[in-house]
Nanobody
Framework: QVQLVESGGGLVQAGGSLRLSCAAS????????AGWFRQAPGKEREFVAA????????MYGDSVKGRFTISRDNAKDTVYLQMDSLKPEDTGVYYC????????????????WGQGTQVTISS
């Protein structure tokens, strides 16, 4: 299995940028697809982005397309989420997830989760 720890969250004004990191340990990280999900207070957890094992294929939720970029550096056992042009509606707890299969967008498809990092965007 793999353990995941998110970092990089914080408070940013609308229009600003933030980069989240997800550090993995345990089994070889390159064997896992990875994803980012977020959850705003009182809302369902929402798909944000996903990336396959070698980083060659990515997917994004409609609300973040063109603004967020997911990437990974398997040599560092880390997946990133670069967030640009941030909006107040991007506020929430961001979770990193991993699965030992192909790329997916459903949270139920991911068996390994980090504890989350808070992202707050002010107007």
């Amino acid at each position: 299995q793999v353990q995941l720890v998110e970092s990089g969250g914080g408070l940013v004004q609308a229009g600003g940028s933030l980069r989240l990191s997800c550090a993995a340990s345990g089994r070889t990280f390159s064997s896992y697809a990875a994803g980012w999900f977020r959850q705003a207070p009182g809302k369902e957890r929402e798909f944000v982005a996903a990336i396959n094992r070698n980083g060659g294929t990515v997917m994004y939720g409609d609300s973040v397309k063109g603004r967020f970029t997911i990437s990974r550096d398997n040599a560092k056992d880390t997946v990133y989420l670069q967030m640009d042009s941030l909006k107040p509606e991007d506020t929430g707890v961001y979770y990193c997830a991993a699965r030992g299969f192909g790329l997916a967008t459903s949270q139920t498809a991911f068996g390994f989760w980090g504890q989350g990092t808070q992202v707050t965007i002010s107007s």
